[in-house]
């Protein structure tokens, strides 16, 4: 289905930028809807933080449009745009205490003290700050600081809120409670957030859709189901979890993987050298049939909820295959020669 154009509130069409020799965004097209939570994730370097600062207005695009609620933003000046950025670096102003930090936006526009007041306690309620209101940013933890930051950004309004990389700095645990917090902030406000990260964990876990970036081009756009089990491309499975990139080659209908080695369906795929990519999850232990491939397990890793092999296949032209095991219960050890299964519809084929 099309979106309406009442639908989109941020449209990116074509959208290149160069910084004299180098291209550091290379054509990019996709849009943000209205309400929703967007992620670019990517690699560094791959253009992720200038995209964020072009659609902000503090980086201009050599080519290409960004419209922001469907006017041309060519010509509108940052703090003339209905966006407001969470940045990694908090730049809480030390001197100032947690309310004052929260209200300096709203005292730059001319609002009077005790409506100032009312708001930013409104808003540190939101991020779970009550009675904040008079501390120094220096007494509170990682976490505080970071919802301080962001009832900061959020309490201005603003239609798109932008992040970069704003959980970066925190440790795993913490990250993980400020995903969970970020998402329950994101359905209470209406706005449509913006968030680029290099952490795909993050991006999959926060985002209604997301874009992956490469060298500067979208490689897709989707829901994150959509693009952990149906990559547009060999970067996208790689960089979305965790795969496994094999060799394969597509005749009558029919993909073999390694040399002589276990074959499936090709689906569409027409005869010639194809990647193929499989999940190590959805790899299975065989117990009885015949297995795809076997090999010797030459290291075993113990996660808790699941257990990770690397397996070296007795299959010519396989480099070695991960594979994670679901449960407490480890059944093989390293060392042992393990027999696995590939079902038929798990791989997916890209034309080379």
Not at 99 to 126: C, I, P, Q, T, W
Not at 162 to 173: A, G, N, V, Y
Not at 175 to 198: A, N, P, W
């Amino acid at each position: 289905m099309t979106d309406s154009p009442t639908d989109v509130l941020v449209e990116l069409d074509g959208v290149r930028k160069e910084y004299g020799d180098v291209t550091a965004v290379d054509g990019v097209d996709f849009d943000i809807r209205r309400g929703e939570f967007f992620s670019l994730v990517g690699p560094s370097g791959c253009g992720k933080t200038t995209t964020l600062r072009m659609i902000s207005g503090f980086e201009r695009p050599t080519d290409g449009t960004i419209r922001l609620d469907g006017r041309d933003s060519e010509a509108v000046p940052p703090n003339e745009r209905d966006t407001n950025l969470v940045f990694q670096h908090l730049s809480l102003f030390p001197h100032m205490t947690v309310g004052e930090n929260v209200e300096y936006g709203l005292k730059k526009s001319g609002m009077d003290a005790e409506e100032r007041r009312s708001k930013s306690e409104e808003y540190l309620s939101l991020v779970d700050l009550d009675g904040y209101y008079d501390r120094k940013p220096n007494e509170l933890s990682g976490g505080q600081q970071q919802r301080v930051a962001l009832a900061r950004a959020l309490v201005n309004e603003p239609s798109v809120l932008l992040f970069d990389e704003p959980l970066s700095s925190l440790d795993r645990k913490l990250r993980k409670q400020m995903q969970v917090e970020l998402r329950e902030i994101h359905e209470k406000v209406d706005g449509s957030f913006f968030y680029v990260t290099h952490d795909q964990e993050v991006a999959m876990t926060l985002s209604d859709r997301m874009a992956v970036l490469n060298e500067g081009r979208v490689e897709q756009v989707g829901r994150p189901e959509e693009i952990y089990r149906e990559p547009a491309s060999p970067f996208v499975a790689d960089f979305i979890g965790d795969t496994n990139l094999v060799a394969g080659t597509v005749n009558g209908g029919t993909v073999t993987v390694g040399d002589g080695g276990f074959s499936f369906p090709a689906g569409d795929a027409a005869d010639g050298d194809v990647t193929v990519s499989i999940r190590p999850e959805d790899i299975e232990i065989s117990d009885s049939g015949t297995p795809s491939f076997e090999g010797e397990v030459v290291e075993r890793y113990f996660q808790g909820d699941q257990t990770q092999y690397v397996v070296d296949p007795e299959t010519a032209g396989l480099d070695p295959i991960t594979v994670v095991v679901k449960g407490r219960e480890t059944p093989i050890e390293q060392g042992d020669t393990g027999s696995f299964v590939v079902p038929d519809d798990v791989p997916v084929v890209f034309d080379d």
